[in-house]
């Protein structure tokens, strides 16, 4: 149910917060990409409530679930390894298409 994404990406955006508070500093000194990571976060705590009071609006939900995947995945990934991951810098954008389309369809 869309309940169940909505808390499992809302879990999962908290411990990827934290992550990059702590863990990711000892790993990576950029300032920029700390940033990135902290705006990735971000997002996808926003978007889990979101999908969270769109639970009822399955197009919206989607999008909102379909966006969080991509924009604040593809950051996640880019940050972590980008030379493996290089090919995901045009799934960002895509998602944040699908996070505006979510809050579009409500």
């Known amino acids: 149910t869309w309940w169940r994404v909505g808390a499992v990406y809302g879990a999962a955006a908290v411990c990827l917060g934290a992550f990059g508070a702590h863990g990711l500093k000892q ?10 990571w902290a705006t990735a976060a971000h997002y996808q705590l926003i978007h889990s409530v979101a999908v969270l009071v769109a639970r009822d609006n399955p197009l919206a939900a ?11 995945g593809s950051i996640y990934a880019l940050i972590l390894d980008p030379a493996r991951f290089k090919v995901l810098g045009p799934v960002t954008p895509l998602g944040g298409l699908c996070l505006i389309g979510g809050w579009l369809s409500l």
């Open 62 to 72: 989607g999008l909102f679930t379909a966006g969080m995947t991509m924009f604040s």
């Open 27 to 36: 790993r990576i000194n950029d300032p920029a990409k700390l940033a990135s």
